[in-house]
């Protein structure tokens, strides 16, 4: 995190030295124009929705009944895995490896960062995992296997230990209340933020009516003007 700050600002300053155009200005203020002109139509509409919408949990069971099919719950698994950088090496790993003597072969090869080695025995979300993982996995029949290939992705390959799987299951209403919950306002947001770009857009100013002096000059004003 601290690392990313520092960037952003060595950017940052070299951006702002740079020279630029008449017209690469003007591009940029207009982005910058159209950026807070978003952030202030989203805080307002976000701030009139949570002053003014109160959705009853009647209404919520009903959208779960009528689209029940659309809530529910991904598969889950539970994996570890070994990486190295290199495919040769992964190919020798492959040819040895057993669930027996999965851990010591880790220990011995694994190339993860410090942070990451240690093995999170816990069910994971499908969508959770990295995609090319994810449908490597989806296509195996049993569990508590070792899927038999080297499994590649950017920085390298992995070889899988799917020690365990869940089917995807039904959400009760309990446990897709706050999604629909949340698609329900989603839906309004985008209401709102609309409604409210059109009533900025009719706003007219109002036109001060003139006072009793500003009256009375120009009623004088006229008197003149007619004698002439």
């Known amino acids: 995190m601290e690392e990313d700050k520092i960037l952003h600002a060595i950017l940052l300053k070299k951006a702002k030295e740079a020279q630029y155009t008449n017209y690469e200005i003007e591009q940029i203020n207009l982005q910058s124009e159209s950026l807070f ?112 290939k080297a499994i590649p992705v950017q920085e390298g390959f992995h070889i899988i230990y799917l020690k365990d799987i869940e089917e995807s299951r039904q959400a009760i209403f309990d446990e897709a209340k706050e999604a629909i919950l949340a698609d329900v306002k989603r839906n309004i947001f985008g209401q709102v933020y609309n409604q409210l770009i059109q009533d900025i857009a009719n706003e007219t100013v109002k036109i001060e009516e003139p006072t009793k002096n500003e009256k009375s000059k120009e009623s004088k004003s006229t008197k003149v003007g007619a004698k002439g």
């Not at 002053?51 to 719950?73: D, G, M």
């Open 37 to 148: 002109i978003r952030y202030y139509l989203e805080r307002e509409a976000a701030i009139k929705i949570e002053e003014n919408t109160n959705i009853e949990e009647t209404v919520l069971k009903k959208i779960y009944e009528e689209n029940q099919t659309l809530y529910k719950y991904p598969e889950k698994v539970k994996i570890d895995t070994i990486f190295v950088k290199d495919l040769e090496k992964a190919e020798e790993i492959l040819k040895e490896v057993t669930l027996e003597n999965f851990n010591e072969l880790k220990e011995k090869n694994d190339e993860k960062g410090k942070d990451v080695k240690e093995s999170l025995d816990e069910f994971l979300f499908v969508t959770e995992i990295h995609p090319t993982i994810a449908q490597e996995v989806l296509q195996e029949s049993e569990k508590n296997v070792i899927i038999k």
